[in-house]
């Protein structure tokens, strides 16, 4: 597919971050998502940079025409860098931006935005952060500091404005994985399963948000920060003949 118009413009700036999503938009009835190898789809591409206004465009493959192309407040938190893989909550795609903030395209609404991370947390490193998809289609925000994993969602206060509450649910990792682990990353999520994965210097683990459930699945001596993606994969069974 050709480029979408407009984004090669020099308002984008020569450093532009981009990142790419492609969504199944089968509305059959039944359709199981993850078996979507000739269905239609959207790709939703992003370009943000530091000290400039983010953009985003929506390619449609069943018309096989870019939409219009949407634009954000000036981002000032950082340099971003769309490394990690975005988070589907509800019509909204989120992408976690450096520095914590996240940028969010709402498909209903067609709009994009940026909501800047919560005001008590000011790392600004990328791995201490990962989206979460919470109950309800809720965006949530885990943020990690001295081996504890501390919970946030956005909910809607007394005034119907969304802001950021902290859970009392916290997730300690200290005991829970090898003594030789003093740091931990945040380097992948599976948003279906609700999977975080993390990388130590003992190797990589799985972390179940909800049973608290902690997997080493990689084993290793160095801390690798690799992303890693969720993939499924479908078939149709056959019939013994």
Not at 17 to 23: A, E, I, Y
Request: negative net charge; glycine residues 8%; aromatic residues 12%.
């Amino acid at each position: 597919m050709a480029f979408p118009p407009g984004f090669n413009s020099a308002s984008m700036g020569s450093y532009c971050g981009w990142h790419g999503t492609v969504l199944c938009v089968d509305a059959e009835d039944g359709h199981v998502h993850g078996d979507c190898f000739s269905s239609p789809f959207k790709l939703v591409l992003v370009c943000a940079e530091y000290n400039t206004p983010a953009f985003c465009s929506v390619y449609d493959s069943a018309s096989g025409v870019w939409g219009d192309i949407f634009s954000t407040m000036t981002i000032t938190a950082g340099v971003s860098r769309l490394r990690r893989p975005s988070t589907l909550v509800g019509n909204a795609l989120c992408l976690l931006i450096s520095g914590g903030d996240v940028l969010v395209f709402d498909f209903k609404m067609q709009s994009l935005c940026l909501i800047e991370k919560p005001v008590e947390n000011h790392g600004t490193d990328d791995w201490y952060f990962q989206l979460l998809r919470m109950e309800n289609d809720g965006l949530g925000l885990a943020i990690l500091l001295d081996l504890t994993i501390k919970l946030w969602e956005r909910k809607s206060n007394s005034y119907g404005v969304f802001e950021w509450v902290l859970l009392q649910k916290t997730i300690p990792l200290e005991g829970t994985v090898p003594r030789r682990m003093d740091s931990a990353l945040f380097v992948g999520y599976d948003e279906d399963a609700n999977v975080i994965v993390l990388t130590t210097i003992t190797g990589n683990f799985t972390l179940q948000v909800d049973s608290m459930q902690i997997k080493h699945i990689v084993k290793r001596n160095n801390i690798c920060l690799d992303t890693f993606y969720p993939y499924r994969n479908f078939y149709t069974a056959g019939i013994k003949s």
